[in-house]
Structures are given as C-alpha cells and as structure tokens.
C-alpha cells in the first residue's frame, strides 16, 4: 500500500513564525501535491511538483513556498505564519503523469496559528 | 461560478436505503471524474473514479456521468452507517497541467 506519511498530526505556532511541514512517500511517486482543508471550502491546492527540484503553484500560493530536493519528500513552508493559515494541510502524491489523478493522501496535519 | 459544485448536506438515509450524491462541473473540458470518501477526522481515500459517460458499478457503488449535462453523481446502495462521512467530488480540470478540482464534500449520514 502507498503511505504517506506527514510529520505532525497537530501543530500549534505563533503569528510570525516560520513553520515546515513535512511529507514523504514511499512508493516512489513523481507526483506530490499539498492542500489546505477548511469547513465550506473544501479542498484547495496549494502548490504541486511533478518531479524533483520542480514547483508549481496551485490555487492559492501566497504565503507559503515548497521545497523537493528528494523524489520522496515534499515541504511546505509558511514563511511568515498567519491566523488565516490555521487549517488542515493535506499532503498526497499520485503516480506517473497519466494516472495523476488518483491522489494517495496523507492523514493531515491540523495547524493552529495563535 | 464555483467550478465544482455539491450540496453540503448532511444527507441523512435510513440503513439500507439508496443514498445519491450529486456534483455539478463548470469546465466542459474536464476528462475524469473522481469520488473520494472522507471519514470524520481522517484523510480522503479515493473510492470510484469514471472518465466516460453513462454509469460505474463497484460494489454497492455506482458511478454516474452525463458530460453534456455537466454532472456527475455517485448511488450508494444498501447503505451502512459505516457509510457515513463526507463525499468529496473531484474533477481533472485539463489546463496548462492537470490539476484535481475538489467540490466542498457532502455530508451523508445513515440512521439505523
């Protein structure tokens, strides 16, 4: 089975703070992807890589930034954190592009931002 | 427009009973259809996908689409209370890069 696996289920962090949350999957994905969750919104994208070193913004970029310099491993980094940032931040990775799609998500990590 | 749409429920069914989760899409582009199953406090887990007009059997679910009419829709039959949780309704929209669009989930509760 695919795991992904993201480092903290839950993290509390102050206004200003810079905040990394870490995924990392084992089935040697090249897709990789990381939502945010919110009640009444859904599931909105953040940024997505497709392969190692490369980024692409999603639907709503501003404030975070990414790293992948691993193939297994993709960071979101909140460079400033804000109260509007508190959410749910979903990780998942998909296979090949053509099966891109089909999205293996990992258990999120719920962010407070006092 | 939001680009893909569903009522936000909760549905509530009766055990047994056929549960039917609508979604809506505004791109007409849009190639492949997914529904995912989100359980209270957990992450979502893909269930159905369909990429070709008419219906999608697994199980005690069916897949639905109509391209021209721009909807998807996912029957649950024989439902179970562990059926209860959010669907979430997602399509491929093909823009520059494939991109997964997310509809904000239904809320389906089965009553014993």
């Known amino acids: 089975d695919v795991k992904v696996t993201q480092s903290s289920r839950y993290l509390v962090k102050r206004t200003g703070e810079k905040v990394f949350l870490e995924c990392v999957q084992d089935m040697d994905h090249e897709n990789m992807f990381w939502y945010r969750q919110d009640p009444g919104l859904g599931l909105r994208l953040i940024y997505f890589s497709y392969d190692v070193k490369m980024k692409e913004k999603g639907d709503i970029p501003e404030g975070y930034s990414v790293s992948r310099e691993k193939k297994e491993r993709f960071s979101l980094i909140l460079e400033s954190a804000s109260t509007n940032q508190t959410s749910m931040y979903l990780c998942?990775?998909?296979?090949?592009?053509?099966?891109?799609?089909?999205?293996?998500f990992g258990s999120g990590t719920q962010l407070s931002v006092l | 427009q939001k680009e893909v749409e569903q009522n936000s429920g909760p549905l509530s069914v009766p055990e047994g009973a056929i549960a039917s989760l609508n979604c809506t899409y505004s791109d007409r582009g849009s190639q492949s259809f997914f529904w995912y199953r989100q359980y209270s406090g957990k992450s979502p887990e893909l269930i159905m996908f369909?990429?070709?007009?008419g219906d999608k059997e697994d199980g005690r679910f069916t897949a639905q689409l109509n391209k021209a009419s721009q909807y998807v829709s996912l029957l649950i039959r024989d439902s179970q209370p562990s059926d209860s949780a959010t669907y979430l309704c997602?399509?491929?929209?093909?823009?520059?890069?494939?991109?997964?669009?997310f509809g904000p989930g239904t809320s389906l509760s089965v009553i014993p």
């Open positions: 998942a990775s998909s296979p090949p592009r053509q099966t891109a799609e089909k999205l293996f």
């Open positions: 997602a399509v491929n929209a093909k823009t520059s890069y494939d991109k997964v669009i």
């Open positions: 369909i990429y070709s007009n």
